[in-house]
């Protein structure tokens, strides 16, 4: 039976009451497409919409512009963004959405049948569980989840109230990449055992930490919603959230979500990892960021690792891959250089195939949402949740590192060559943009071993505690069983 939610449970805590234009009422048993057998399988989905100043926009632009979807509801906590991209919208499609400031007006409307979401990570997982909860199917953006107990509690939700919910990881969906990573499991490059994922993206300073004042089109509470409701040390409220941990992953989650994803497809690995250890800094500079601008994850699976890179400063591609992936087989190698197009070689480095090809993710989901047959998503949110997990795995371990001199960190890696090497690039590659670890220390993050059966450290309270967080009232994400 679906589950019904009222206004006046989420208006609990009095801040919110005071900023909030809602009324007190109850709410409309929720419905879905799936249960509406008035609806014809020719009539247009109704879309709703949270969070369009960035990725959003793209969410527009696909649903405005498909014959079968028609968006009803532009959600934005910034009044000023959400009514411009409303006027977007209208152009598109011929027809103005209405702007709603808060997501769960839309959510009563049995006129929505889908909730396509955009906003800050902190607001994934709630956001997509409150629509599943009042009937709607869900497109969200990656990573799915700000933790790993919040992806769990999504692929829970999904499952009890039998909805579609689509990872926003659009890579799924390119016919290039689909046939690299068949070429990859027909065992064409021989044993793979080896995955390398890689975030090669320039990013500057987001500016000094100082307190600002949110912008004044800003509902700054509804803003930070499940994250505490800190000052804003950050010049920009928008975007660079990325690069705080209270609401970001990095870029690891923001980037480097898509080729951790890609990275555990082709290796084949169902699950979360065995062990984890990540190293690296926020380096070349000092900023109101927290997040690592350097880091290197690395994800033991026992038979198969998976390596990430995070680079934010000047770097050079690696086998002509800058954000993409490279296989390591016994008889060559594959690199993924964009999102749908990649080349597989053999040892001595002859291209022997290329794959190339588009794709239509979104598409997909409308298609699943009118089938009802969640095994043809291109990615399921249990896919979204394992992929987004091994980015929070990671930062878990940086976390709780300790600063180490570069002599250190070589023997914490040990003898393993392939960590030596990793290393010793990344030495090379800061040293050439100013930072010389003879003088410089980095993050050494905690040693990690994980059961991925649980989905919890092996004795270890301390990150256990870093798989959820503290949730601010009204905004609490339910614990697991509670969806």
Not at 297 to 312: A, H, M, P, T
Request: with cysteine; proline share 4%.
């Amino acid at each position: 039976m679906t589950k019904h939610f009222s206004r006046r449970q989420f208006l609990e805590d009095s801040m919110w009451a005071a900023t909030s234009a809602l009324a007190l009422a109850a709410v409309p048993a929720a419905r879905s497409f799936a249960d509406d057998a008035s609806k014809s399988p020719s009539e247009k989905l109704g879309v709703a919409i949270v969070g369009v100043r960035g990725r959003g926009r793209e969410h527009i632009e696909n649903f405005a512009t498909r014959p079968d979807t028609e968006i009803l509801y532009i959600c934005d906590a910034d009044e000023k963004v959400g009514n411009s991209l409303c006027k977007d919208a209208e152009r598109r499609q011929g027809r103005a959405p209405k702007y709603v400031r808060d997501m769960r007006e839309a959510f009563e409307d049995k006129a929505v049948d889908i909730v396509s979401t955009a906003t800050p990570n902190h607001w994934h997982a709630l956001c997509s569980i409150w629509a599943m909860q009042a009937g709607k199917d869900v497109y969200v953006e990656k990573p799915v989840s700000h933790n790993v107990s919040e992806g769990r509690r999504m692929v829970e939700a999904a499952r009890k109230y039998n909805k579609i919910c689509q990872t926003g990881t659009q890579i799924r969906s390119t016919e290039g990449t689909k046939k690299a990573m068949a070429f990859l499991h027909a065992g064409k490059l021989g044993d793979v055992k080896l995955a390398r994922g890689l975030c090669y993206k320039r990013r500057g300073s987001i500016g000094p930490r100082q307190e600002h004042k949110p912008p004044a089109s800003v509902d700054y509470s509804l803003w930070c919603g499940p994250a505490p409701m800190d000052p804003l040390t950050r010049r920009n409220l928008h975007y660079d959230w990325h690069w705080v941990y209270s609401t970001g992953n990095g870029d690891l989650g923001n980037q480097g979500i898509h080729q951790m994803d890609v990275g555990r497809w082709g290796l084949g690995l169902d699950g979360l990892a065995k062990r984890v250890v990540s190293y690296g800094g926020r380096l070349g500079y000092e900023d109101a960021g927290d997040t690592a601008n350097t880091q290197v994850s690395i994800l033991d699976y026992g038979d198969r690792k998976l390596v990430f890179e995070v680079r934010g400063l000047k770097t050079e591609p690696l086998k002509g891959a800058d954000v993409g992936n490279i296989f390591y087989g016994s008889d060559g190698y594959l690199v993924m250089t964009g999102y749908s197009s990649g080349a597989a070689f053999d040892r001595d480095g002859k291209m022997i195939e290329k794959f190339e090809g588009g794709g239509d993710h979104f598409g997909n989901f409308i298609q699943c949402v009118r089938s009802r047959k969640v095994e043809d998503l291109s990615a399921d949110i249990e896919q979204g949740h394992q992929s987004s997990a091994l980015c929070h795995l990671s930062n878990i371990s940086y976390l709780l590192g300790e600063k180490l001199g570069q002599e250190e960190v070589k023997s914490r890696l040990g003898n393993d060559e392939e960590n030596q090497e990793t290393f010793a690039r990344v030495a090379a590659h800061l040293k050439e943009n100013g930072v010389d670890l003879a003088d410089t220390k980095l993050q050494f993050g905690a040693d990690l071993a994980f059961n991925p059966a649980t989905e919890t450290f092996v004795d270890h309270p301390q990150a256990d505690k870093l798989l959820t967080r503290e949730y601010r009232a009204p905004f609490v994400v339910p614990a697991a069983g509670k969806v």
